[in-house]
Each structure stands twice: as C-alpha cells, then as structure tokens.
C-alpha cells in the first residue's frame, strides 16, 4: 500500500472529486446566489453571476423576515419539529427498551409486523389520517401535525433505539437487578444514560423528519396563511403566477442553513448512529 | 438474560410499550383497515358520504362515532355503498389482466427471467468449490446474453405492449419499477465511486471534499424545496438553458420531453440519495484489514482483481440492507417527482403522464379526483407487494449477517 501513487492517476482523483463536489453543491449554492440579488429573478444577465456571487444585497432577507408571513411559519416548524422530536423520544425509547430486554409473547412477530407496516403507502393513509383528526377537532391544528409525524417516525426510532440496547452489556442491569432494582429505575437510571449516543442521533433524526416534511403538512394543515409549516408556505410561494424566486430563494436559505450546519457538524456520528442499531439483525 | 418475576410483568411491559402500540394502531394500523374496507365499496367524488346506519360503516367512519356525530358531513347525493359484486373495484384496477393474450405476454416476460435466475442457482450451489466448470461471472454474463436473446425471440415489446393496455395500474407499477432498476446501481456506483475516492489516504484536501459531498443528503431533509430548484434548473427560462445560450445553442423546454423529465428526476433523486450509500460503504471499507490487500498485492493483483474480489465481496454485508431500504423508499417516492413535474409531461387526458410514479399517480387520484374506493384498492395491492418485498429483504439481510 505504501507505493507512491502516479501523478497521473492524482491528477485523475482531484479532478473527479472537483467534479463530484461541484455537483453535490452547486444547486444549494445557486439558491444562496440568487438569495442576495435584487428583483424576482433567478436568472442572471451574465453568465458568470450563475456561478460566482457578483451582486449581493440583503434586500430579499429583509422582505421575507419583516414583509411576509414568513417568521410564522419559522415558528410553526420549529414548534412542531421540537414536540415531534420530544414525544418521539418519551414514547420510543420505553418501547426500544421493552423490545430489548423483556421477554414477552409476540415480541419477535410484533417487530416484524411494525417493519412491514412501514411499507403501507403514506400517501393513500392520509385520507383516513385527515378523517380521523377532523372527527376529534385536530384538523388545521399544528398538535393534530405533531401526532401524526410522532407515529410516523415510531417505528424507525424504536427501531434504532433497540439495536443500540441490544449492543448495551446486560450485565449491569443484572447486577442491579440482584441489588433490588425494578425495570423502571433499570431503565431510567442505567439504560437511558449509556444510550446517549443513539438517542442524540434518533433525535436529529426526527427533529429532520418534523422539519423538511411536506405531504402530511399541506394536507392537515392546508390554510390560512400564517397557520402552514414553513414547507407549506414557501411551496405556496412557488407554485404562484409570477413566482417572487428572489424571496424564496432567502427563505429557503434561512430555512437550509442551520440544518446544513447541524448535519455537517454530526456528520462524523451519522455512518456510526445509523449502523449503530437496526441492520445487524 | 434478565427476567423480571411477578405477577406485574405483563403490566409493566405494557406500561412501557403501550403509547407506541396505541400511535402505531391509530395512525398505521387504523389507516389500512380503513382503506382495506372502503377498497370494497364505490366511494368517489359522486358518494363522498357515510351512511352510519350501516354496520362497518359506522365502525370504520370517524364522523360516525356517537361523540362526533354532530361532525358529520351533510352532503347531497347518495351514500357509499358495498360494491357489487364486492371485489369491483379491483377487477377495474388490474383490467383484463387475466385474460389469454395478456396472461401469455406476462409469461413471456417471465420466461426471459429464468436463464438468470437458472444462473444464479448454479452459481450458488457451486459457491464454494475452486474447481468449478464454469466462473461465476461467466455463468451470470452467459444468462443475461440468453436473456436478451429471448427478448428478441419473444418480441417482449410487444408483449409489454399488450400489458400496458389492459390498465393504468401496469402503467404506473411498471414505470416505477423501470425508476427503481434505473436509481438504484447509479446509487451504489455514485456512491462506490466517491467512497473509493475519499478512502485514497493521501488525497489533497480529503476533509473538505468528505464535508462537501455529504452536502445533498443534509439538504434531502428539504427536499421539497431543493427539487423545485432542480425544477428550475431545466425550466425553459432556466439555468441549463442560459448555459447553452451563451454557446449559441437553442435549449429546449426540458421538462416537456417524457425521456428527459423521467432522467431529469433520476437524476435530482441520485443527488439526493447517494451520500446514504457513499456513507455506509465508505464506513465500510474502512474496517476491511488492509493485510488482506498487503497478501493480494504479494500474490500480484492489480486493481481491478483487488476490486472485484476483495472489497466488493466484503462490502456486500454492509451494501445489501441499504440497497433493500432504498429501493422500497424509491418505489414509493413522491415528494421529489410531485414537486419537479407533477406527473407530467401529459400524454393526453385520462392516461397517467410521462413520470407518474406509483404514489404520484394515487395522490392525483385521490385529491384530484377522489376516488377513494378505487385507490383503496390500488393501495391494498401495493401493500401486499410491499409487504412481500420487507419480509424478503428481512430474511435476505438476516442471512447475510450470519453469513458474515
């Protein structure tokens, strides 16, 4: 392995992986460029300002922030996408540790089954879904978003969250289990702090699902206005007669960027959160 | 193992499992049932209203239920009723399917399968001797050839033809699989590729280019939003086309041409999904001992062997989970081809358009025409395929773990 690689085949790499970088960031850097240029247009007059930033104004920053509705929908996100998050934790890590450490009838089968659900066509439940939190008076209302979001990331952080206990040594528990200690202390008191890894990663991931979803928002929560996901309003946005791209193109900044900084900053823990648990089987 | 004794367990399992069990049986469970019981019956825009009086329907219909009676739609026009006969709505789904011709042209197709899956068997059962009669790659290369020698024999355009007629449901399903067979290999080769790269030891500015590459799978979080910007990308005002401008070249309205708007959201989806792959195998290949490749470059072999015989064999256990969970998320992909053509380019009224993939096509259904009957149905047969398909994937990965 210790041969000296040719310049040649060096030349190659840098260049393929220029190429393979300009692909994987060049439509989140076109939508930073065309955030900070006046008027509602994308396309520039010259060719280089699609490439390289040659105007730059804040003037669609501000009009999204202090003109539009556009901070509501901020804060819906951000209210849905962290209650989503919480519950999902309350509710998934006593079921993950259930399934990993107690032996009950169906345990086996009932894991199969959740795994199988999944593969229900979202889609087509969202009229029953829509039904049903109608009937109870949470349709157009941002809590009847979060249950349904809650359940739709249950299976795949209880899941994630079980692999990890599974890795977690038993002996512990048992040792406390001879000093007297019950499943529920074992579990907030022993499980719980040593899977702290997996539940910051299952966390990231269902405060993404709450945030980037679309479907399930644009249905539950259709209208008015300052009521939609942050989702929902700038695809409104986009989908108008003569689309305001200048605007949209800041509010999809504002909305990308601090995901973008949270994942690029965890991103050393994702290849290990995610083989962490479920596919070892 | 731990057993916690006494008469309480059952409780205390309960205690800990039931708010999953109760979000799970309202919002997975609930929505199949419902939609397995209204696949039997003729709702659609013209009998959108329960009639509670009778029996499942008040079971199943949540305006039904005493406490939110007061809820319930008043509509005008008849309520949905039971079907007659009861399975109508899924003979309207698959057509003619099972009718001579299209039955035969469906076994043609089949028939250009069995060479590989002849292939694949062989290729099993002399898994581990060194002294076979033919090489593996030569035996699979052999099949596919034969393969596409039936294909000529047989004149499957054709037979693909006939199958395409009898229904809008082949249409969609076979478009979809056509996507999943297309995304799935530019996935993993993408993702091989990069993560071959990234894994040289000694490329300038690794760090960086392993933080930028990663970049699309932070941004699929949005992804609703980032396919509107591919969207524009080929709009006919859009960058593509002011690019070509400059070289004096006349672009075209991209989106309008039904091969380019298919490749179009190939290629937004490849963008969005290859860091997955590139990520796991890169992880992958770096717990593959480099004494393996020390011993293989004694022996002599060059890059492409090393290649082919050392690291694909060993990525295997770590490749075949995540290509499964893919190609079932892929089969269902809709946020991405809704937001970049919405199912078109149209290919006239009441035919599913150019790139109207199988949950693109439901969603039109359903909220653009509302025929819930019918497309409780659609999502009944998808379910079960689905369902086939995670079980399978189940067991196949479970089979490589302990293989590994």
């Known amino acids: 392995m210790n041969r000296k690689t040719k310049p040649t085949v060096r030349i190659i790499q840098v260049i393929l992986a220029i190429l393979a970088t300009f692909f994987a960031v060049y439509p989140v850097w076109f939508v930073l460029l065309a955030s900070g240029r006046a008027g509602q247009r994308l396309l520039t007059l010259n060719l280089l300002g699609t490439f390289i930033p040659t105007e730059w104004s804040f003037e669609n920053y501000q009009v999204m922030l202090f003109q539009q509705p556009f901070l509501d929908w901020i804060r819906n996100s951000f209210f849905v996408a962290i209650m989503t998050t919480i519950s999902c934790l309350l509710i998934a890590t006593s079921a993950a540790f259930a399934f990993s450490r107690m032996r009950f009838y169906g345990r086996e089968s009932g894991l199969v089954l959740f795994l199988a659900i999944q593969s229900f066509p979202g889609v087509l439940s969202l009229v029953p879904i829509a039904q049903l939190l109608s009937a109870i008076g949470l349709y157009k209302n941002l809590w009847g978003l979060i249950m349904a979001y809650v359940a739709g990331t249950l299976i795949f952080t209880t899941m994630n969250l079980k692999g990890y206990f599974d890795t977690i040594p038993i002996d512990l528990e048992e040792a406390a289990m001879i000093d007297g200690c019950g499943p529920v202390q074992s579990f907030f008191l022993i499980a719980l702090p040593l899977a702290r890894p997996a539940i910051a990663i299952t966390a990231l991931f269902a405060f993404m699902a709450g945030w980037g979803e679309y479907v399930l928002a644009s249905v539950l929560i259709p209208a008015p206005d300052t009521a939609v996901t942050a989702m929902v309003g700038l695809y409104k946005m986009a989908n108008q007669l003569s689309v305001p791209w200048g605007y949209f193109a800041a509010g999809a900044v504002m909305i990308i960027i601090p995901i973008l900084i949270v994942f690029l900053y965890l991103q050393r823990y994702l290849e290990g959160g995610l083989t962490l648990g479920g596919v070892k089987g | ?404």
């Open chain 2, 1 to 404: 193992m731990v057993q916690w004794s006494g008469r309480r367990t059952y409780l205390t399992v309960l205690a800990f499992i039931g708010p999953t069990l109760l979000g799970i049986l309202i919002f997975n469970i609930y929505p199949i049932l419902f939609n397995t019981y209204i696949s039997f019956t003729n709702r659609n825009q013209f009998h959108p209203n329960p009639d509670c009086s009778v029996g499942l329907t008040g079971i199943f219909e949540p305006t039904c239920w005493s406490v939110f009676k007061k809820s319930a739609p008043q509509g005008l026009g008849t309520p949905f009723r039971l079907q007659n006969p009861i399975y109508a709505n899924y003979v309207d789904l698959l057509g003619d399917f099972f009718t001579a011709p299209v039955l035969l042209a469906a076994f043609k197709i089949f028939l250009c399968f069995v060479p590989l899956i002849i292939g694949v068997q062989i290729n099993r059962r002399y898994k581990n001797q060194f002294d076979r009669p033919i090489s593996s790659g030569m035996m699979i290369t052999i099949a596919i050839l034969i393969g596409f020698l039936l294909i000529y024999i047989l004149k499957i355009p054709e037979a693909l033809d006939t199958i395409m007629k009898s229904g809008d449901f082949f249409v969609v399903t076979f478009r979809t699989i056509v996507y999943v067979a297309a995304c799935i290999p530019l996935f993993f080769i993408v993702g091989l590729s990069l993560a071959l790269l990234l894994n040289v030891p000694d490329l300038p500015g690794r760090t960086f280019f392993r933080v930028a590459l990663i970049v699309p799978w932070a941004a699929s979080t949005v992804a609703i939003m980032m396919s509107l910007v591919w969207k524009f990308f080929f709009q006919e005002k859009g960058t593509i086309n002011q690019v070509l401008g400059t070289m004096g070249i006349k672009g075209q309205v991209w989106l309008n041409d039904p091969t380019i708007a298919f490749l179009v959201i190939v290629l937004a989806n490849v963008w969005y999904s290859y860091p997955f792959f590139m990520v796991t195998i890169l992880g992958a290949l770096q717990s593959i001992p480099s004494e393996i490749y020390e011993a293989a470059e004694v022996d002599g072999a060059n890059y492409l062997q090393k290649l082919s015989n050392i690291t694909l064999p060993l990525l295997r256990v770590a490749v075949i989970p995540v290509i499964v969970l893919s190609s079932i998320t892929t089969f269902q992909m809709f946020g991405t081809v809704w937001a970049i053509t919405g199912g078109g380019p149209s290919r006239g009224a009441g035919t599913p358009g150019a790139t109207e993939l199988v949950m693109v096509y439901a969603y039109k259904q359903v909220f653009q025409t509302a025929a819930y009957g019918r497309m409780g149905a659609f999502a009944l047969i998808m379910f079960v395929l689905l369902f086939a398909a995670t079980l399978y994937s189940l067991r196949l990965s479970r089979i490589t773990a302990r293989g590994a």
